[in-house]
């Protein structure tokens, strides 16, 4: 290959993992249970969707791309998609996703399918159920109303449930999708028990191995790079069910390839992309963790983030004080009890650790979880960078399934 053939392929790797929310269909990867419950609440024209989960699980994308999988038999779709600010209240919010119904539609030449009206001062959602109402029985029109946990205006949250219900009641064929960062639907929609039958509820959880692989596989297949399977695993394992960084350490690992001019990315280039997520990653993360781990005394509250990090977790990302023993003995190369990380937990829990974890549940059921999850990889990540874990450690760690640490 000549240096602009390297060149091209540099551009090309990049563009690939770009780590935005996926766009178009040959870029997205599992998540068929999902799509089918949401397509099929489509087809049903008569309830709606809130998709909820955390930060960075793919539900932008989820959303952006359910409908175009069957897009080539269906092609009655007018999908609205809006954006959710702090400042909006109901009124500015409905406004604009009537406009941006009406202009989709116009743009994809279904303009006579939704003769609505979109010049308004304000709304309520009898007068927003009144314009859907006039949309043709041809066109399958869905409002993605994402973001919708910075809807800061309470009032906004009432009426916005208000139409939902009023939408249900009238048999409008327009489905709503809300879309939001919540562990629960009552923290996303406001008085949800009235609103219970006309929703469907599509919680979104963290990425399965599988689904991670196929990201990496369905991406690199499109250049004539290739991943050793002892590559793939360490990128799965690192980046705990989170896709984005699937995505950005198969970038950084190939870039590194492509450097040495190989075609083959090797656990080695994962390693040097390691190091490169850590130089040029956020400076929220880097302030996070200083916060969190920032002290006078000699404690080991790095050791013990990490740990937390390595813990076992359930699918939302939940780990319980227990589950952390394994990996922090494993990290101090000694047997260790609860006891000696106890009041690490509630500080990073606390204020005083910049909250870098939430607690839920009662003394005695407690369980926690990173509040962002993007913290949790760049902790590991960072883990191995500093050391903190061993050459044979990590073997072990990347061998076994995640939280499987021996001691
Ligand atoms: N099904 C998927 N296949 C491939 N990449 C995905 C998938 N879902 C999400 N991603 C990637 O994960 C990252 C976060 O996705 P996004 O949809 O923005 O999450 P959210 O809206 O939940 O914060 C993006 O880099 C996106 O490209
Ligand atoms: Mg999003």
């Given amino acids: 290959m000549s240096s602009d053939d390297w060149l091209m392929l540099d551009f090309e ?21 999902e799509v089918t419950k949401m397509l099929r609440t489509v087809m049903e024209r008569s309830r709606h969707v809130v998709l909820f989960g955390e930060r960075g699980v ?43 119904l009406k202009s989709v539609a116009t743009g994809s030449g279904k303009g006579d399918y939704v003769p609505i009206q979109t010049e308004f001062e304000s709304l309520t959602p009898s007068q927003v159920r009144r314009e859907l109402q006039k949309i043709s029985p041809n066109a399958l029109p869905v409002v ?9 205006n309470r009032d906004a949250k009432i009426l916005t449930a208000n139409l939902i219900k009023e939408l249900y009641d009238f048999s409008i064929t327009t489905t709503v999708i809300l879309v939001g960062v919540a562990e629960n639907i009552s923290e996303l929609v406001e008085d949800h028990a009235s609103t219970d039958r006309a929703i469907v509820q599509v919680p979104l959880n963290r990425m399965s191995e599988d689904e991670l692989k196929e990201i990496i596989y369905q991406r690199v297949s499109q250049t004539p790079m290739k991943f050793t399977p002892d590559a793939i ?31 083959t990315v090797t656990n080695a280039d994962v390693d040097a992309a390691m190091t490169r997520f850590i130089n040029d990653t956020e400076v929220s993360f880097r302030d996070a963790y200083r916060a969190a781990t920032r002290t006078n005394q000699k404690s080991n509250l790095q050791e013990s983030l990490l740990a937390c990090a390595l813990a076992k977790c359930d699918d939302e990302g939940f780990f ?28 990073f829990s606390s204020e005083d650790g ?3 974890l ?22 590991i990540i960072r883990g191995i960078q500093t050391g903190m874990i061993d050459e044979m450690a990590k073997k072990l760690l990347l061998q076994k399934q995640q939280g499987e640490l021996p001691i």
């Fill in 354 to 356: 910049g909250n870098v």
């Fill in 320 to 347: 319980k004080a227990t589950d952390v023993v394994e990996p922090y003995s494993a990290i101090m190369r000694d047997k260790k009890r609860i006891a000696h990380f106890e009041k690490h937990l509630r500080r």
């Fill in 233 to 263: 695993l360490t990128i799965v394992i690192l980046s705990r069910g989170l896709p984005f960084f699937t995505q950005v350490l198969s970038k950084h690992a190939a870039l590194n390839a492509i450097e040495q001019r190989k075609l």
């Fill in 144 to 152: 993605i109303i994402d973001e919708y946990d910075k809807l800061g």
């Fill in 13 to 33: 790797i990049s563009r690939l993992f770009d780590g935005a929310p996926v766009d178009e269909e040959q870029m997205f990867a599992g998540r068929l249970n």
């Fill in 358 to 379: 939430v607690k839920r549940g009662g003394e005695r059921q407690q369980t926690f979880r990173f509040a962002d999850p993007m913290m949790q990889p760049y902790v």
């Fill in 58 to 100: 793919g539900k932008t994308s989820l959303s952006n791309i359910f409908w175009r999988r069957y897009g080539k038999t269906l092609q009655s779709f007018v999908v609205a998609r809006v954006q959710t600010g702090p400042q909006d209240d109901f009124s500015s919010l409905w406004i604009r996703a009537l406009e941006e």
